[in-house]
C-alpha cells in the first residue's frame, strides 16, 4: 500500500521517471508584465516633478530635480528587466539545490540589518523609517530590502519541501510536513513583522505559504487550522502594537475612532480621506496626466503605496479599470501554468509566486478604496521602488522559464487518463518537439 502511494506521489511531482519536453514559454507574461512596468514609468513622469517639488520644500534643498523620479524608476525598471532575464535562464534544478542556501543568506541579511540598526544604530547602514529598521542604504543607490529575499528563499525552500513530501504522500504529516512548514515560515514572519515591524510583507509572505499548501493538496481540515492559528496570532500582533491598533480602531469606527485612540480625526483618517478623495476627483476619465493634485504633497506616500489612489485620480475609473484588468490577466497566466505543470516542485513554486503578486495587488487596491486597513504594501511593478521591482520581475522570470513545460491539458484532468500514456501527466503542447530539457 505504501508503495503504491509513493508511486502515485512520484507521478504527481515529477520525480520520478516523468520525462517532460520543453516548448515556447508563455509570451503573455513578458507582455502583461511589460505593460505594467510602462504604466509604472508613465507615472512616474508624471507626478515626479510634483513629488520633487514637495521634498525640496520639505529638506529646504534643490537636490530633486523634475526628472528625479522617472530615471530612477528608468534604472530600476533596467535591474528589474536583467532580474527577470536572470531567472529565465537560472535552471530550476540550480535554483532548487540552491534552497537552504537562500535561506541562509535571506536570514543572514535579515541578522546583519537587525544588529546594524536596532543594536549600533548605525543609520549610514540601516535606514531608519517611521522607527524601523526595513531597509540598507545604500546611498545613490538607494535601499535594499532584505525581506524580498526572504520572500523569494521561503518560496523556493518550500517547493522543495513540499514537493519532497507529496512524492513520499506525506503531505498530510503533521510531524514531517506541518510542524518544519510552521517553523521556517514563523521565524520568517518573526523577523519581518516583529523585527522589522512590517505587517504588509508578513500577509504577502503568509500567502506565499498559503497558496503552496493549497496547491501541495493538504487536506482541508489541517489548512482550515493553520488558517485559524494564523489569523489568532494576526490578531495579537494588531491588538498589542499601538499603530496597528489605532488604524484597525480607524477603519472600524472612522471619526469615532479619535476618542478611544486619543488621536485626533484628521489625523488617524487623514491618509484614507486623501486616498479617497484622489479617486473620487478622478471621476470617470481621470485630470490627465500633470494634473494630480494629490500628488502636490495632500497625499501621503504618493509614489510608492498610494500609487493606485494617484492612478484614479490621473487616469479616471477608466483607467484604473485597465490596469486592474492587466494584474488580472497576468495573474490568470501564473495561475493557469501552475495548473499545467507536471513537476510537483515547479507546480508549488508557480503556485507561491501568484500568491505572492496576489497579496500585493489585493491588498494594496483595498486598503485604497477602505476595503481594509492600511496595509503599507507596494502595488507590484507600478509603486516607485527598485527592491519590490526586482524580485518581482525575478519570480515572473522563473515562471517563465518554468512555463516551457506544461502539458497540453491540466494535471488535474491528467490524472484521470491512462497514465501509461506519456501525453496523459507529462505530454507537451507540441509534442513533436523532443528537445530535453537543460533542467
Same mark, same amino acid.
Given at each position: ?11 504527481? %511531482? ?24 510602462? $504604466? ?16 525640496? #520644500? ?17 534604472? %530600476? ?51 531608519? *523609517? ?37 512524492? #513520499? ?7 514531517? *510536513? ?35 499548501? $493549497? ?32 488604524? $484597525? ?98 507546480? $508549488? ?57 506544461? %502539458? ?32
Amino acid at each position: 500500500m505504501n508503495r503504491a502511494r509513493r508511486a502515485v506521489g512520484r507521478m504527481a %511531482s515529477g520525480v520520478g521517471d516523468l520525462a517532460q519536453r520543453r516548448h515556447r514559454p508563455d509570451y503573455q507574461i513578458v507582455l502583461f508584465m511589460g505593460l505594467l512596468m510602462l $504604466l509604472g514609468l508613465v507615472l512616474m513622469y508624471a507626478i515626479g516633478p510634483q513629488r520633487a517639488n514637495v521634498l525640496n #520644500e520639505v529638506h529646504n534643498t534643490d537636490f530633486y530635480t523634475d526628472t528625479y523620479f522617472v530615471i530612477k524608476q528608468a534604472l %530600476s525598471l533596467a535591474v528589474a528587466i536583467a532580474a527577470f532575464v536572470f531567472f529565465s535562464k537560472l535552471p530550476f534544478s540550480v535554483l532548487t539545490r540552491s534552497a537552504m542556501r537562500l535561506v541562509q543568506v535571506g536570514l543572514g541579511l535579515a541578522a546583519l540589518l537587525f544588529v546594524a540598526g536596532n543594536l549600533l544604530h548605525i543609520d549610514s547602514i540601516a535606514a531608519n *523609517t517611521l522607527g524601523a529598521y526595513r531597509w540598507f542604504n545604500l546611498g545613490p543607490l538607494g535601499g535594499f530590502q532584505p525581506a524580498e529575499v526572504l520572500k523569494i528563499a521561503l518560496l523556493v525552500y518550500l517547493a522543495v519541501f513540499l514537493g519532497k513530501r507529496v512524492s #513520499e504522500g506525506a503531505v498530510n504529516d503533521v510531524e514531517r *510536513t506541518v510542524l518544519p512548514v510552521v517553523g521556517i515560515t514563523g521565524l520568517m514572519l518573526f523577523i519581518v513583522v516583529v523585527l522589522q515591524k512590517d505587517m504588509g510583507t508578513g500577509l504577502a509572505m503568509a500567502s506565499i505559504v498559503g497558496a503552496m499548501l $493549497l496547491m501541495s493538496g493538504m487536506s482541508w481540515k489541517l489548512l482550515t487550522r493553520l488558517v485559524v492559528v494564523a489569523m489568532v496570532i494576526g490578531a495579537l500582533l494588531v491588538v498589542f502594537v499601538p499603530h496597528r491598533r489605532e488604524r $484597525l480602531m480607524t477603519f472600524f469606527l472612522g471619526d469615532a475612532a479619535a476618542d478611544s485612540s486619543h488621536v485626533a480625526a484628521d489625523d488617524s483618517n487623514y491618509h484614507i480621506k486623501n486616498a479617497m478623495i484622489a479617486l473620487g476627483t478622478g471621476g470617470f476619465a481621470g485630470l490627465g496626466i500633470g494634473n494630480s493634485i494629490q500628488a502636490t504633497g495632500y497625499l501621503p506616500e504618493a509614489i510608492n503605496d498610494s500609487v493606485f489612489a494617484i492612478m484614479g485620480e490621473i487616469f479616471g475609473f477608466m483607467g484604473v479599470t485597465v490596469i486592474l484588468g492587466l494584474f488580472g490577466a497576468l495573474l490568470l497566466r501564473v495561475l493557469r501554468i501552475a495548473d499545467r505543470l507536471p513537476d510537483m516542485r515547479m507546480k $508549488l513554486a508557480v503556485a507561491g509566486v501568484f500568491g505572492w503578486l496576489a497579496a500585493h495587488v489585493v491588498l494594496n487596491v483595498a486598503s485604497m478604496i477602505g476595503l481594509v486597513p492600511l496595509t503599507g504594501i507596494t502595488l507590484p511593478l507600478l509603486s516607485f521602488g527598485g527592491t519590490s521591482m526586482v524580485f518581482v520581475a525575478g519570480a515572473l522570470g522563473l515562471v517563465y522559464q518554468l512555463s516551457q513545460f506544461t %502539458s497540453h491539458s491540466t494535471i488535474m484532468e491528467s490524472r484521470y487518463e491512462n497514465s501509461s500514456s506519456r501525453r496523459g501527466i507529462g505530454g507537451s503542447r507540441y509534442p513533436s518537439r523532443r528537445r530535453t530539457p537543460r533542467n
